[in-house]
């Protein structure tokens, strides 16, 4: 009788350290935890020998949204200006440290725009797969403004630059997802798959060459298949 040996590898989380920061999705100060992911080999799906580190990220605990790190150095822009009177103008000294401190603040959060994961890689995977039949239609477009709205609560403003971008890379969607997973908790992975559900049945019919590529993107994301089965059929 054959024995069948399963082996593969699996990412592991663990907390780094926890505190609290200014989280871009909440817009207010919330509590974080810093986690990193270690690649295990499995044997019968145990982890047994740790392969490196993938990468790290910063959840938040409220939103379940995850950043890059840069985050946790990113402040929230103050509006730190007051109501000057005619009997007391202040001087040029005296304006100096405010304004050099708001247009820091300004140029921090301009250069550190961050977004989580999760929304990037919603809105990639969506513009892959608008372009996985070669051309842009008008109905596709519509459905991404819609699936994107409902998962991440925001909106996308020149849709088209994002195609150019992402059709410049020429990555296949679940070459992209496994680049991402490090980076996404279960929350952001479930939710990438809710997408990619909903713009399957946006014709309001799904086929099995597309629940098999739904699959596949949750083996991308290492998902556990019971739970890529139960997103599927909560949508179909």
């Known amino acids: 009788m054959l024995a069948f040996i399963i082996f593969g590898t699996r990412g ?4 780094m350290k926890e505190g609290t920061f200014y989280c871009p999705q909440c817009i207010s100060e919330q509590r974080y935890k810093h986690k990193k992911v270690t690649q295990f080999f499995t044997l019968y ?14 959840e938040c605990q409220v939103c379940r949204n995850t950043f890059i790190e840069r985050v946790l150095s990113v402040q ?32 921090l959060a301009a ?16 513009i892959m797969m ?13 459905m991404f403004h819609k699936v994107f709205k409902e998962i991440t609560n925001d909106a996308v403003g ?24 490090s980076m996404l908790n279960d929350e952001g992975k479930k ?5 990619s559900m909903m713009i399957a049945a946006s014709d309001g019919d799904i086929d099995e060459a597309e629940v098999r590529m739904v699959e596949n993107f949750g083996k991308a994301l290492e998902m556990r298949m019971s739970e890529v089965k139960e997103i599927i059929q909560q949508i179909s």
């Not at 592991?12 to 907390?15: E, G, N």
């Not at 799906?45 to 910063?58: C, S, T």
Request: charged share 25%; proline share 6%.
């Open 191 to 195: 939710d990438i798959l809710k997408a």
């Open 45 to 58: 799906f145990i982890p047994l020998i740790p392969l490196g580190n993938r990468g790290n990220y910063v």
């Open 76 to 107: 929230p822009v103050i509006d730190i200006t007051e109501e000057e009177t005619p009997q007391q103008q202040p001087s040029i000294a005296q304006t100096a440290a405010p304004v050099a401190a708001l247009t820091a603040s300004n140029s």
């Open 158 to 181: 020149d849709i088209y630059k994002e195609i150019e971008a992402v059709r410049s890379e020429n990555k296949q969607p679940r070459q992209y997802l496994k680049e991402v997973a």
């Open 130 to 142: 608008i372009l996985a039949d070669g051309k842009v239609e008008n109905a596709e477009i519509h």
């Open 111 to 126: 250069e550190a725009k961050i977004v989580s994961e999760k929304q990037k890689a919603v809105k990639k995977l969506l």
């Open 12 to 15: 592991i989380r663990s907390t």
